[in-house]
């Protein structure tokens, strides 16, 4: 049985990676997997695919990585900040970006699982941090430009925006359960 899950998450993870591009360049995608293996890869060139709380926690700080996709519903038991500044697929001549994917995907971009994050609290000091699938559960505070809620993602919770100029910056798609303002 141990065998069979291995091998269905390792599936995900292959379909995600070999999906998680994007034929525009605002979108993202990955390059490989990092995070909670045994064997550390370069955690700044590739994606961090994270299962566990801690994982997903070290993969948003200042030295985790551009892009964290989750493989199913995490919480995490403490307020958590996304930090640091990365670029498009770690390409520095490309845009700064940062996504966190709370989904896995098919070879065509399709969205086959969707996940929750249940956090107290998520800061985004990351510019141009985008949060795509699946649901933030709990609120979110929003300190640097050009946040993004992808229209396939939800915040069960609040938005809060750090100043009117952040919050003009920012492009909301998706649902936003509780209240959307400046604080």
């Not at 045994?38 to 948003?60: C, H, K």
């Not at 996504?99 to 399709?110: E, R």
Request: glycine share 10%.
């Amino acid at each position: 049985m141990k065998m069979v899950k291995g091998l269905v998450v390792a599936g995900l993870a292959a379909v995600l990676l070999a999906g998680c591009g994007s034929n525009d360049g605002a979108a993202g995608g990955n390059t490989g997997a990092a995070g909670n293996n045994a064997e550390q890869t370069d955690a700044t060139t590739t994606a961090s695919i994270v299962n566990q709380a801690d994982a997903f926690v070290s993969a948003v700080s200042e030295q985790g990585t551009w892009i964290i996709a989750t493989l199913n519903d995490l919480t995490v038991d403490q307020d958590v900040v996304v930090a640091g500044q990365f670029h498009d697929k770690n390409d520095e001549t490309k845009d700064i970006y940062r996504k966190i994917a709370l989904y896995t995907q098919d070879a065509d971009h399709n969205i086959i699982d969707s996940f929750t994050l249940t956090v107290p609290k998520l800061t985004a000091q990351s510019e141009n941090l985008k949060i795509q699938g699946g649901t933030v559960k709990g609120d979110v505070y929003v300190e640097a430009n050009g946040f993004s809620l992808d229209k396939t993602a939800t915040i069960d919770g609040n938005l809060y925006f750090a100043s009117e100029d952040v919050k003009g910056t920012a492009v909301v798609e998706g649902t936003v359960t509780g209240a959307t303002e400046v604080q």
